[in-house]
């Protein structure tokens, strides 16, 4: 394991050794090759427009902020957006002070909604999608977490954006981010903040995770550094836990909003989420209370 400051990583290793069919998001901004809008003209808060030109499906992390057009949001789910299609995505608001047009696309932050918050989130889309199989989150509450972070960290924001947060606290983020590196052949990890274990994030390749993984550090990071003192940090055996928690919690499946199905967890004091395609686990994630 490693930990600086009160953050701890539990590496996990595995993988298949093929290469992955797919590009992470940021690459395809990078590429040129997706484009991300507001749904119409009008806009609509919980929903924005994907669109593909690739040749490559892209892969979109559960919780990845985008920024731009209305107002700046996170991804409801992990969603693998296929070659050549346009999808309609589910998203929440981290911007409640501005509604009006920055710009037409919408770009990367480099972020991602903070761990907490994320745990949060997970929780209620899986309400909703078991009440009405629907995506849709709990706007409000996470509206009320962001202000709460924000008072917490003692950050003022024009219009409530969390990406203010990470902007005041990025010197200390970013030492936390240089501190993880990845291993060789580790495709996801477990975190613990102080000596609680809180979350795993999983995916089937080394590739994905090794370029995805400074932005899970740094979401993790900011709950870590609201209290820097470590009691003791966490056994592999305390990590091994939630492991566990997640192998027994309640299993229901919905269609994915792209490719795949969209596998919801739910344990006692436990929420999780995954994105399953033709049998392999693309991506997983998992919280612990």
């Known amino acids: 394991s490693l930990t600086f400051g009160s953050l701890t990583m539990f590496p996990l290793n595995g993988g298949n050794g093929r290469s992955p069919a797919y590009i992470t998001l940021d690459e395809a901004v990078a590429s040129g090759t997706i484009e991300i809008r507001e749904l119409n003209e009008a806009g609509s808060v919980p929903q924005l427009k994907v669109t593909n030109s690739g040749d490559c499906a892209v892969f979109m992390l559960d919780g990845e902020e985008l920024q731009g057009a209305k107002q700046n949001r996170v991804l409801n789910l992990t969603i693998l957006v296929p070659a050549g299609r346009t999808l309609v995505i589910p998203v929440s608001c981290v911007e409640q002070g501005r509604w009006r047009k920055e710009s037409e696309a919408m770009e990367c932050s480099g972020d991602a909604l903070y761990a907490a918050a994320r745990m949060a989130k997970i929780g209620a889309v899986s309400r909703a999608y078991r009440k009405t199989r629907k995506p849709t989150s709990d706007q409000g509450e996470l509206w009320r977490l962001i202000a709460l972070k924000a008072r917490k960290m003692r950050v003022g924001s024009a219009t409530g954006a969390m990406s203010d947060i990470y902007k005041k606290r ?87 909003v792209g490719a795949g199905e ?28």
């Open 262 to 289: 969209d596998v919801r967890i739910q344990g006692e004091k436990v929420e999780g989420a995954a994105l399953v395609t033709e049998g392999r686990v693309v991506h997983l994630c998992g919280f612990g209370a």
């Open 170 to 256: 990025s010197d200390r983020l970013s030492a936390y981010q240089q501190a993880f590196a990845v291993s060789d052949g580790q495709v996801g990890a477990l975190f613990a903040i102080g000596d609680r274990v809180c979350g795993l994030e999983l995916f089937e390749h080394p590739q994905i995770l090794s370029k995805l993984l400074p932005k899970v550090v740094r979401s993790y990071a900011l709950d870590a550094i609201e209290d820097e003192d470590i009691e003791r940090p966490p056994s592999l055996e305390d990590a091994r836990k939630l492991i566990g928690s997640l192998e027994n919690g309640k299993v229901t499946c919905f269609p994915s």
